[in-house]
């Protein structure tokens, strides 16, 4: 099985940045894709950012030229940076990973139990 590990969420002012990483681990015999959604009180969970092969990425409109993710291939580490953030950027972060998990090409969808991001003055 898949383990994902989150870190780096908090607490933090308008205008700050935050960088949140996600830890993949165990059964992993291939990337598809790895990314971040959030869900908000009272909101539908989006997705926040994607990256996917050949270093494809994808944000939502919202985050658009303020994050950033970028992913080490080495250890199946993804990271969010967040810049210029929001009061409406408070959310719960969830890593969600999309992986092959066996050698011949069972192909599963993994979530982290997600990690606050609160921005407020």
């Known amino acids: 099985q898949v383990h994902l590990v989150e870190s780096g969420g908090g607490l933090v002012q308008p205008g700050d940045s935050l960088r949140l990483s996600c830890a993949a681990s165990g059964s992993i015999h291939g990337f598809i894709s790895m990314g971040w959604h959030r869900q908000a009180p009272g909101k539908e969970r989006e997705l926040v950012a994607l990256t996917a092969a050949r270093g494809f990425t994808n944000y939502t409109d919202s985050v658009k030229g303020r994050f950033i993710i970028s992913r080490i291939r080495a250890n199946n580490t993804i990271y969010l940076q967040m810049n210029s953030l929001e009061p409406d950027d408070t959310a719960v972060y969830y890593c969600?990973?999309?992986?092959?998990?066996?050698?011949?090409?069972?192909?599963?969808?993994?979530w982290g139990p997600g990690t606050q991001v609160t921005v407020s003055s």
């Open positions: 969600h990973a999309h992986l092959m998990t066996t050698t011949w090409g069972t192909r599963q969808h993994f």
